[in-house]
């Protein structure tokens, strides 16, 4: 079949029905399909038939794709199905409706350090789990990561993007990642964990400062910057970068590996600490700035940071005692300030007493204070308020505490007078506090949607589970129906499936086809037919397996066995 001429509408195993290419690459092409036994749309990568013609190619792109398709994270772009045979190679992947992060980043420039850090942090999280399978991408740049409409951030292309390099690099061909390969990858050694975590440092560092760090007119001089070059610092090209982000990403892109991070794990955790940090300080600054105290709307308190949702912990000591210290001078400053007006109140007149006594009076200020603050005021019982709700979903379920006053008629200041059974005073308030949804149960990319549109940002959670089906939602908090501010965040914690147990896969070369296929099914894989060639050893005699012996890899794999039909004949 011409790789150009696959056709739309081709069903592969009565099942995925081609309905447009969506992409391609030099050793594969996407087409957007529909599942007809899910009834739901998913991408296929369909290795070109030149390209399967390479028995390694193939082999080593079924052992990538089946690998990859352990992996269960929010963050990773997810393989659902796995094909190998004679006629046709291709896996069947999640169908991601976003951008890649190249896209955002080249159309947005330098991003925020606070977005630049949710990003990594989620690039992070899915390294952290697929390193966890023994599985390196070797290939991590923005081209290789989709964003979606919600925030989250997918990587895609475990190992395969990589072996689309090495094939392409093997023929000749120019290869595309270079801004952000390990310099040990560059010297030809075998990329691990840390490798992949160099190339997310370079992605941090072109996501702060809108530029990669190394640039030349040959891939050669590029290369050699990786290996002996140290980067323009970050604060240099963009100063409002914090000092402690710009070490945690230059720390991540040490050509010392070594001297970088060795888990995803310590990265995630620097990242936090110093989130945790800079918010310290800039409460710090918020409150050393406050000269008057104010009456500050409080957010509902069933909303948990992040860090307290991940970690379970308090803020740090320090944030608490200044915390507790303003509050106590607040305190103070309002009980002395009563005690005050309480001593003097005979020395001095009340104008406004006289003003009332006269027939008329100052509208006072209500914006900003909660509906039952006026109404629980005797001062205001020559009022008579109506009350216009800016945002009326759901308004009977608040209490009144929650509105706060946006609009007032006549405004502040304004003199009126006064009239028998009260002058009358329209408030425009509005609560931007709110019920969460319950998403218990759903899939987490609906969830997320629901609760994105509601107004709350989301983080999600991975954790194994027997019971829940994987990608679907099994804890939340806050809980369903519980009143929470927009513009809150909302933790969901998402079923990763199962606990996949590992098992070592044994040596079956030299074998009968019987006795592999008798060993395979011992050791609790799973026997997926043999591909037969012509050698030198006798029929029936194992001369190849899909997956490598001695490796550990996930209980009930498919193995597949290449077995001898003997020497030629003649």
Known sequence: MDSNHIPVNLVLEDRY???????????????????????????????????AQDEEVRQRFFAESHAVAQLSSPNIVAVYDVSHSAEIEYIVMELVDGITLRHYMDRKGPIPWREAVYFAKQIARALAHAHAKGIVHRDIKPQNMLLLRDGTLKVGDFGIAALENAVAEERGTAVGSIHYIAPEQIRGESPDARSDLYSLGVVMYEMLTGQKPYNGDTVGEIAVMHM?????????????????????????????????YQTAEELIRDLDRFAISQTQQEDEQELEAMETPAVVPVRSVSEMSREKYRRRRRRSARVSFLMGTFGVLVVALILSFTLLHYFLQDYFPDKGAEDRSAGHMEMPNFLGMSVDQILSDPANSVFNFEIVYLNTSGAEQFDPSEYRVERQDPGAGTRVTLKPGGTPVTLSVSTSVTQVPDVYGMDYRDATNVLRVSGYYVELVDELSDSV????????????????????????????????????????????????????????????????????????????????GYNLIPAHTKVILRVSTGPEEG
């Open 469 to 548: 089906e994987r990608n679907k939602v099994m804890a939340m908090w806050p809980a369903a129906g519980e009143p929470l501010e927009k513009g809150s965040w909302i933790y969901l914690t998402v079923s990763a499936g199962p606990e996949i147990e590992y098992v070592s896969m044994p040596n079956l070369v030299g074998l009968s086809e019987t006795a592999a296929i008798q060993k395979v099914e011992e050791a609790e894989l799973s026997y997926g037919g043999s591909e037969y060639v012509q050698s030198d050893l006798p029929a029936g005699t194992v001369i190849g397996q899909s997956e490598e």
């Open 228 to 260: 002996n070059t140290q980067p323009t610092p970050p604060t240099q090209l963009v100063p409002d970068i914090p000092p402690e982000l710009e070490h945690i990403t230059l720390k991540a892109m040490t050509a010392n590996i070594e001297e970088r």
């Open 17 to 51: 029905e081609l309905l447009e290419r969506i992409g391609e690459g030099g050793m594969a092409m996407v087409y957007k399909a529909l599942d007809r036994r899910l009834n739901r749309y998913v991408a296929v990568k369909i290795m070109r038939p030149e390209m």
